[in-house]
């Protein structure tokens, strides 16, 4: 979030664009739930982090847990939220597959464990729930040059398609976007 705003604030502003972003999935703002962890301000885990999600875990009974965990996320809080719900599923002892999302780097084709094959009108819903989260909408260099975040996830999605067609991985073809997905491959 560009310009100096207090943390409440920018947690204020990011909480209205995931409720806009849940709205264009077709997810109603009831079924979500935001934990407002201290290290959002504190910005080191601590115990109280893991207990609030300890709590949440015990509440849902989840069965598969979608995360992003990866290194090299900007803000480190990606990879910082995966330690807090690692370290609370080993605490509660709770059996769960954890699938890890990529976000800010592509997987190899040998990470690629899930995927999920769409078209073009679930690619336009997806953009749109992402360009919902204006205040963290930045450019980025790569190494072909600046490129958007929307620019990257829509050219991203269409490289995977290519792949798991071109490997067979799927018998449907009628598709042109993939998202990929990793077992998170620690025990917990």
């Known amino acids: 979030i560009k310009g100096k705003f207090s943390i409440n604030k920018k947690k204020s502003i990011r909480e209205k664009e995931a409720v806009a972003s849940a709205r264009i999935l077709g997810v109603d703002k009831k079924q979500l739930c935001f934990l407002d962890l201290p290290f959002y301000d504190k910005e080191k885990i601590n115990t109280k982090d893991v207990f609030l999600v300890e709590k949440k875990l015990k509440e849902f009974k989840p069965q598969i847990i979608f995360a992003c965990g990866e290194s090299n996320d900007p803000h480190r809080t990606h990879g910082k939220c995966l330690k807090i719900l690692e370290k609370s599923l080993k605490k509660i002892k709770y059996p769960c597959r954890l699938v890890l999302y990529r976000v800010w780097s592509e997987f190899k084709p040998r990470q690629i464990k899930l995927f999920f094959p769409f078209g073009e009108k679930i690619m ?13 909408l930045r450019s980025f260099v790569t190494k072909k040059g600046i490129s958007s975040f929307v620019e990257r996830e829509e050219k991203l999605n269409g490289i995977y398609a290519s792949f798991i ?22 025990k917990i």
Do not use: M, P
């Not at 819903?125 to 989260?133: E, G, T, V």
């Not at 490997?167 to 491959?185: I, Q, R, T």
């Open 165 to 186: 067609k071109k490997n067979g991985f799927s018998k449907d073809k009628d598709f042109c976007y993939a998202e990929v997905f990793n077992l998170c491959s620690k």
């Open 124 to 136: 336009e819903k997806k953009l749109r729930a992402i360009r919902a989260h204006r205040s963290q």
